[in-house]
């Protein structure tokens, strides 16, 4: 019997081969995509993909989509308390386990596993420690295709946003550099791949580099105070639209 299974979507490429190698599970039944969103952007949280694409992704994947509405300056408090509440409206759903596409920030997935217990919710990682350029070159093989929405300023300039994933892509990167972008190098937009029925078309839009503050409460601080250990505060952004 297949367990009811919601899947943690974040419209990127290690989200899509995760899915895709869930979908093959016959223990996992898919039922809903899950994605958190900035509503006073209306963009996807994280890397500012506009959610009409999101929302043109679930409809060619053909699973529903379940938005989480968040604030774009969202304590921490609060966002466990927002996610809380949504995991508890998912497990009186019937949905017993949750699937991400983390592969190996042992921090982010013990806060995961944390939380999720809290509320009964299996937390299922099909991606967990493999090889990242081999998970990239797998991605590029089965046929998906990905473009790159956000790369950190400080490791990839601008000519890195706003282009294909490909061979080319992964030989370019710069030593030092996760294949899957996994420490937050880049993020990606997924538009065509054999999880879905046709693919998503957009238009490609302006680059725009922007900077961040970090919070002044310490409580809610996620950024490192150790001087040699900068948490990265400038991005490019590629804008993409319908």
Not at 17 to 29: E, I, R
Not at 120 to 143: M, V
Not at 159 to 166: L, N, P, T, W
Request: hydrophobic letters at 35%; aromatic letters at 12%.
């Amino acid at each position: 019997m297949s367990n009811k299974t919601y899947f943690n979507w974040s419209t990127g490429k290690d989200s899509a081969l995760a899915l895709y190698k869930t979908l093959q599970n016959p223990l996992f039944d898919i039922a809903a995509l899950v994605t958190t969103v900035n509503s006073d952007m209306e963009r996807v949280s994280m890397h500012g993909l506009r959610n009409e694409l999101l929302l043109k992704q679930a409809k060619s994947i053909e699973i529903p989509l379940k938005i989480i509405s968040l604030s774009g300056n969202v304590s921490m408090a609060t966002y466990d308390e927002t996610m809380k509440t949504a995991m508890n409206e998912l497990k009186s759903e019937g949905f017993t386990h949750t699937v991400f596409g983390d592969i190996f920030l042992e921090d982010l997935k013990q806060y995961r596993e944390q939380k999720l217990n809290e509320v009964g919710i299996q937390a299922e990682f099909p991606l967990w420690k493999e090889n990242t350029k081999n998970l990239l070159e797998e991605f590029i093989s089965l046929g998906f295709k990905a473009i790159t929405v956000c790369v950190n300023a400080k490791l990839l300039d601008e000519s890195f946003v706003g282009r294909i994933i490909d061979k080319q892509f992964l030989e370019d990167l710069p030593r030092g550099v996760d294949p899957c972008g996994e420490n937050g190098e880049f993020h990606t937009f997924v538009f065509d791949g054999p999880i879905f029925k046709t693919p998503v078309d957009f238009k490609i839009g302006e680059k725009v580099l922007r900077s961040y503050q970090s919070t002044e409460d310490e409580e809610d601080q996620c950024f490192q105070t150790d001087d040699k250990l900068k948490w990265d505060t400038s991005f490019w952004y590629c804008d993409l639209y319908v």
